[in-house]
């Protein structure tokens, strides 16, 4: 079946250090790849996507890229700030329109 | 545009029981799903609807029920409630197939 594996946390960085959380799917076919947020009290947001072997995508300074050679979807930003506190969910959607998120890693970037 | 859009925000109900909670997605977008987060098992996917026909559906037992109306807007209902039911549910709606998921901030739901 499909799933989604994502490298536990909690992450504690310092501001301006170089964040990798790792993504790791399962699925049959060509899923489309996403990474939400969500900070405290809120719901999920989408951070990028990508919804083919390759594509690259990004926002606010994060990246993932799509490997469908490993079968990852790892997140990375440069560059962290305190403001990118929050937990990530890595998620893969199937053909049938169903979503299968990873546990979720908690990130905390200390001044 | 508006954003996905849960009502109410908290809700404190006693085991035994029933609750409903509301949903009304982004204009336009016709499928709404829900899912259950808990620290433990983290998000767990309830169902989602489609034009007022659920699509798909996780594996939660019978006491967990959905609608959708002919504005796509959303209804959750848990009957019987117990302790374990204790969690955010969030609701979410997107365009189609493929694409995005947007999240409404959820419904707090604590079960005494």
């Known amino acids: 079946g499909n799933s989604v594996t994502q490298m536990e946390g909690p992450v504690t960085l310092s501001e301006e250090a170089f964040l990798t959380i790792n993504c790791t799917y399962t699925?049959?076919?060509?899923?489309?790849l996403f990474w939400y947020v969500q900070y405290p009290g809120e719901g999920l947001q989408l951070l990028l996507k990508a919804t083919k072997a390759d594509d690259k995508g990004s926002n606010k300074g994060f990246e993932a890229t799509y490997r469908k050679e490993t079968t990852s979807f790892h997140l990375e930003k440069g560059s962290v700030q305190v403001s990118d506190s929050a937990v990530y969910f890595c998620?893969?959607?199937?053909?049938?329109?169903?979503?299968?998120f990873g546990t979720g890693t908690s990130l905390t970037v200390i001044p | 545009k508006a954003g996905v859009t849960q009502t109410p925000r908290y809700l404190i109900k006693t085991r035994g029981q029933q609750v409903t909670l509301s949903c009304s997605p982004i204009s336009g977008h016709r499928s709404v799903s829900w899912y259950q987060q808990t620290p433990g098992q983290g998000l767990q996917f309830l169902f989602e609807?489609?034009?007022?026909?659920?699509?798909n559906k996780g594996n939660f037992p019978g006491r967990f029920s959905g609608r959708q109306f002919s504005n796509s807007r959303s209804e959750m209902n848990v009957s019987t409630l117990e302790l374990g039911d204790s969690a955010l549910y969030l609701c979410?709606?997107?365009?189609?197939?493929?694409?995005?998921?947007?999240f409404g901030n959820g419904t707090r739901l604590t079960v005494t």
């Open positions: 609807y489609f034009s007022e026909t659920q699509r």
């Open positions: 998620a893969l959607s199937d053909p049938g329109n169903q979503f299968y």
């Open positions: 699925a049959t076919g060509y899923p489309s």
């Open positions: 979410a709606s997107s365009v189609g197939q493929g694409e995005p998921l947007h």
